[in-house]
């Protein structure tokens, strides 16, 4: 059972570049998807998260009109599209999939970690740097 991150890597500034988040052993169906970030001496901080349903998305003010996340729960599969990033966009990205009994986990979705009121799946890190 684990939840995977990937598709990091180097991009310039104005391009473009997408991150998966896949899970194995389990089904994404019923978790709530967020995505965070941690760059260099900062805290840790939520970029963006997504409902089971996929039809609420929440983004921090930081990357909104620039980042996508979407999920294709066919696939088992979460994304994030990184639009027009920027060098302060530099960070290792983590994905998280939190569910209460009900299934969405609000907090997740207010760009919050999950914590152990939830089930919860943290993905390893996948480095970005966003060259200027």
């Known amino acids: 059972v684990q939840l995977q991150a990937f598709g990091g890597g180097l991009v310039q500034a104005g391009g473009s570049l997408r991150l998966s988040c896949a899970a194995s052993?389990?089904?994404?169906?019923?978790?709530?998807i967020g995505w965070f970030r941690q760059a260099p001496g900062k805290e840790r901080e939520g970029v963006s998260s997504?409902?089971?349903?996929?039809?609420?998305?929440y983004y921090a003010d930081s990357v909104k009109g620039r980042f996508t996340i979407s999920r294709d729960n066919a696939k088992n599969t979460a994304y994030l599209q990184m639009d027009s990033p920027k060098p302060e966009d530099t960070a290792v990205y983590y994905c998280?999939?939190?569910?209460?009994?009900?299934?969405?986990?609000?907090?997740?979705?207010?760009?919050?970690?999950?914590?152990?009121?939830?089930?919860?799946?943290w993905g390893q890190g996948t480095l970005v740097t966003v060259s200027s």
């Open positions: 998280a999939a939190a569910r209460t009994y009900t299934g969405n986990y609000y907090p997740l979705l207010k760009l919050n970690p999950p914590t152990t009121e939830s089930r919860y799946y």
């Open positions: 052993g389990f089904t994404l169906d019923y978790y709530a």
């Open positions: 997504i409902s089971t349903s996929g039809i609420s998305t």
